[in-house]
């Protein structure tokens, strides 16, 4: 497995109390310092996403207002916010969201980016959620961009990916599922989103009702499992959000540390039975220690230790 981390994702600095803060890049740091110094692993650094390859899934003016925000602070939304530092650091978020795609499609290794801000919600004219750039939706578009017809992207995030969702709405080559507390923030991910025009039940939402435990995402997995296998995707990228851990301070999902491996696990495994090459990407996770524990035990799931 290669990581794809760096301390400049510390950089990006909402303002005091929000809970995107950059202590979540300090555990990606510390988790992946520990994972190569004592199991072997690999860790590189990311490279910005170009303008190019952020079209594919964002419009030009929106690009050109983020452009106007560089170097300083500035509101987006009532939760997103910029410092000097974000513009950059976004682009090395998405940027190294497409490496760790093209690293699985070129070697079929997993590859696993450890980034912020996150992207799902960012939607095509708009900043929203904390995400500036869409990391894992400028991934899906670049692996299309490289002649793959079948992206399949699953959001394991405890909000649903309204952005990723609604920038493939039409498209049947990104597969987009998403298990998500619902009703929630941001209010989309109802069952009945499936797509529409060529894209039609190629979104495969599974909402899931506050309190869910460990038991009710291992039943939505069996589902999910079943859909990706007809899919067949050549490339399986994972929005590896772990902000459905019991101790989360934004949501109400039961989901433990070994649940969350089994999520995981069961993605895994699809992977490897579809034979296909899996990438991850960060999204939420909000209690530093959870974070730090989901992120360790998938590290074991997709490389186990001694390996």
Not at 149 to 160: G, M, N, P, T
Not at 193 to 207: D, Q
Not at 238 to 244: H, L, M, Q, R
Request: glycine content about 8%.
């Amino acid at each position: 497995m290669l990581l794809i981390s760096s301390p400049r994702f510390e950089e990006h600095t909402p303002p005091p109390g929000h809970p995107e803060r950059p202590e979540r890049a300090e555990v990606f740091t510390r988790v992946a310092t520990a994972w190569r110094d004592h199991f072997g692993g690999r860790i590189v650094e990311p490279r910005p996403a170009t303008r190019e390859e952020l079209l594919r899934v964002h419009d030009a003016e929106y690009l050109d207002a983020l452009d106007e925000v560089k170097g300083r602070a500035a509101m987006l939304d009532e939760d997103t916010f910029t410092s000097p530092e974000s513009h950059e650091v976004a682009l090395l978020a998405a940027g190294a969201a497409v490496q760790a795609a093209e690293h699985a499609l070129a070697t079929g290794e997993t590859a696993f980016a450890l980034v912020r801000p996150p992207g799902h919600h960012a939607e095509r004219d708009r900043a929203m959620g904390f995400c500036l750039f869409n990391n894992v939706a400028v991934a899906a578009a670049a692996a299309i961009a490289r002649g793959r017809s079948r992206v399949a992207v699953v959001d394991i995030d405890v909000h649903h990916g309204n952005g990723t969702q609604w920038m493939f709405y039409e498209d049947r080559r990104v597969l987009y599922v998403s298990t998500h507390q619902y009703p929630f923030y941001p209010g989309t991910g109802a069952a009945s989103e499936a797509g529409t025009g060529k894209g039609l039940g190629f979104t495969f939402n599974v909402p899931l009702a506050a309190g869910a435990t460990d038991a009710d995402y291992a039943k939505a997995y069996e589902r999910i499992a079943e859909r990706l296998v007809e899919y067949a995707p050549e490339l399986l990228l994972i929005s590896a959000g772990y902000d459905a851990h019991l101790d989360d301070p934004l949501a109400s999902m039961r989901v433990t540390t070994k649940g969350y491996a089994a999520i995981v696990q069961s993605l895994a495994d699809t992977a490897r039975r579809v034979g296909c090459p899996l990438a991850l990407v960060t999204e939420g996770g909000y209690d530093l220690e959870a974070l730090r524990d989901c992120l360790e035990a998938t590290f074991d799931v997709l490389q186990p230790r001694g390996l």
